[in-house]
């Protein structure tokens, strides 16, 4: 399992600061010019890394 240290990249602080500012996993997924299940997946790895839930999934939109 990677640890934080090896999660929390420049990048992957850009891809949470996207998610949050855009509001949702599609729309951050379009800026960066990724898919959204890159995204989901990215950002499961670091909530994994540092075992907490970043984002709420249970509605459209994270939270």
Do not use: K
């Not at 898919?35 to 999934?57: C, G, K, M, N």
Request: hydrophobic share 45%; aromatic share 4%; no cysteine.
């Amino acid at each position: 399992m990677p640890t934080p240290r090896d999660v929390l990249t420049p990048d992957a602080l850009g891809l949470l600061q996207a998610v949050a500012q855009h509001g949702s996993f599609a729309a951050a997924a379009r800026e960066l010019g990724l898919v959204p299940s890159a995204v989901t997946y990215r950002i499961r790895q670091i909530e994994d890394a540092l075992d907490v839930l970043l984002f709420d999934r249970s509605s459209r939109q994270p939270g």
